[in-house]
């Protein structure tokens, strides 16, 4: 088999694997399906946007106001198509929010990409932040503290049994879809020299290319595919406010990353799983949930700094000086 489709065939395998999961719950435990549904789509949006953050870091662009980005395409979505009906297809309604998105990042990028570490890190989590009291204040069009409602599904939806099942759907063709465009993008040649503009940009600008221009379009994809999955989040909670995200949604990318390892496209898709379900838990404890972070965020930088996907290479070599160990000290 040829090795270049190897990954591929993987990916289709999987994603045919998850196509059965919704009929493989009915069949087994049909009672469990509405919440199980209800993880697997936060579990495959947050894949997505875990993905885009990624690409980003590959340009060294930590950014924590993803969130806000998400933001930016749910109300861009909720306000064409519930708040004032001036979009009629909803799916026309992601993309505008899409759109928005990507008008804003290409906007906020070019004046912020050349800012490193946590100067980029605090001017994304202050853009994001300002967002809040924004769409609090104006009852036109955000809708004030109460937000929008009625923000209705994508046409097809009522194709499925369930709404459940239809959104299942929409997030794990959403999920699969980021997954190939980030991995074709990793694998071009922009890849490549967003790769090293994240090593080294001194040595890349030295080379003649322009490192701004590959960083402001990162940001901009980046934030373009995350606004999609803003839009269809607003339709599938139906309602949004400026409550709705909040500084943990910002905060629950970057952990994405974090728990699964940076190092590998891997490593955000590994850190969603584990804490989008872990999540579901700890909803109920609020502010509590800081602590959890906090445990977690010393744990993995600390002992685990190549996130859980480095894992079994860790153990490996850590049995391995155990074994060189004893047999030094058998043969001393």
């Not at 694997?17 to 789509?41: D, S, Y």
């Not at 952990?255 to 496209?265: A, D, E, Y």
């Amino acid at each position: 088999m040829n090795s270049k489709l190897t990954p591929y065939l993987v990916a289709l395998g999987v994603m045919a694997l998850l196509a059965l999961f919704p009929l493989l719950v009915k069949l087994v435990a049909p009672e469990m399906w509405e919440l199980t549904a209800h993880i697997g789509i936060k579990i495959l949006l947050n894949v997505g946007f875990g993905l885009c953050l990624w690409l980003m870091l590959q340009a060294g662009e930590l950014s924590l106001g993803q969130g806000g980005f998400i933001t930016i395409g749910a109300y861009t979505t909720g306000i064409l198509v519930a708040k004032y009906k001036l979009i009629s297809i909803v799916w026309l309604g992601y993309l505008a929010g899409a759109v928005a998105a990507a008008i804003l990042a290409l906007m906020l990028g070019y004046l912020i990409v050349h800012l490193k570490r946590i100067f980029f890190l605090l001017v994304t989590w202050s853009f994001a932040e300002m967002l809040h009291p924004v769409l609090t204040s104006f009852d036109h069009p955000f809708g004030g503290a109460m937000g929008i409602i009625d923000i209705p599904g994508p046409e097809g939806l009522s194709l499925f049994s369930e709404t459940w099942t239809g959104y299942y759907y929409i997030a794990l063709v959403y999920g699969f879809a980021v997954l190939w465009i980030v991995w074709r993008l990793a694998g071009s040649k922009i890849g490549l020299i967003n790769k090293s503009i994240g090593q080294n940009d001194t040595l890349v600008t030295f080379c003649g290319l322009h490192v701004r221009k590959y960083k402001v379009m990162v940001f901009v994809v980046g934030c373009f595919i995350t606004g999609i999955g803003g839009g269809i989040l607003a339709s599938y909670l139906s309602a949004i406010s400026p409550e709705t995200f909040t500084f943990f949604t910002s905060l629950d990318i970057i952990m994405f990353n974090l728990i699964g390892g940076m190092g590998t496209m891997a490593g955000p898709i590994v850190g969603a799983v584990i804490l989008s379900g872990l999540n579901e838990y700890l909803f109920a404890v609020g502010y509590w949930r800081m602590v959890v972070y906090g445990l977690i965020i010393i744990f993995f930088i600390t002992l685990l700094p190549g996130g859980m996907v480095s894992l079994p290479a860790v153990v490996r070599a850590r049995f391995s000086r155990k074994v060189e160990k004893q047999e030094a000290a058998h043969h001393g």
